[in-house]
């Protein structure tokens, strides 16, 4: 398998006052010697996938990266991962591993556990399987922003793109899905920046975050736009 890496970093930030106020990717949770979201989760994905690209939205690009844009504007992660795979698709790349630009908890480790899932179910069937996920444990929910999209996936993320459908889970027939369970206790490499009291509760529990970290010290060094 050759594996491509696909960082979505695309979304509005509605919750911390939009794209005009604040760029998530671009917060620094470690300090100002520390990296960025984005810079942070390239390093991760970069571990177990190459090439890289990150999904921007329109007008939106990061310099020193290898961008793709959203297919479609006000389509949410959906956009991203069709320009992604469409990339993969003409660099050669066989999957796809995603990531969320704002899950600063997530390690290369545990994403490794959706290629061994997914290396499992090729052997087991014969043919992989369209769409690796997490799956909370006996919640029927998806990760499907820290999952690996076979190629050949496109054809049915592009049909509800068409349709207006922008569930991702909904692009993958439930036959093709080949879902990973992770125990509550490890819900913490899930959570997501959403607002600025996520993004300051975030850094004060980050390895290396200074102490008493706050919300005007997160924004208030670049990363307001």
């Known amino acids: 398998m050759t594996l491509g890496g696909l960082i979505t970093a695309g979304g509005l930030a509605t919750r911390m006052g939009g794209p005009s106020v604040v760029d998530k990717a671009l917060l620094r949770l470690w300090g100002d010697d520390g990296p960025t979201l984005l810079e942070r989760a390239h390093r991760e994905l970069s571990r ?3 090439p890289v690209w990150v999904a921007c939205r329109a007008g939106r690009t990061y310099e020193g990266y290898a961008c793709v844009t959203d297919a ?8 991203g991962v069709e320009a992604g795979l469409a990339a993969a698709g003409a660099a050669g790349c066989s999957a796809l591993l ?3 630009c704002d899950m ?3 390690t290369a480790p545990m994403l490794e556990r959706l290629l061994a899932a997914r290396a499992a179910w090729t052997a087991a069937r014969g043919v992989p399987p369209l769409m690796t996920a997490f799956t909370l444990r006996g919640s029927g929910r998806f990760q499907c922003l ?3 999209y076979d190629v050949g996936a496109l054809p049915g993320v592009r049909a509800c793109l068409r349709e207006g459908r922008y569930g991702l889970y909904g692009a993958v027939a439930p036959e093709r899905r080949c879902l990973v369970d992770f125990a509550p206790e490890e819900a913490r490499f899930f959570f997501n920046v959403n607002t600025p009291e996520d993004a300051a509760a975030a850094g004060r529990t980050l390895p290396g975050a200074p102490e008493g970290l706050t919300v005007s010290a997160l924004c208030g060094k670049g990363q307001l736009l």
């Open 48 to 50: 177990l996938a190459s």
């Open 146 to 148: 820290s999952a690996v």
């Open 104 to 106: 600063p908890f997530m």
């Open 98 to 100: 995603t990531l969320a």
């Open 72 to 79: 479609a504007p006000d389509c949410g992660p959906m956009g």
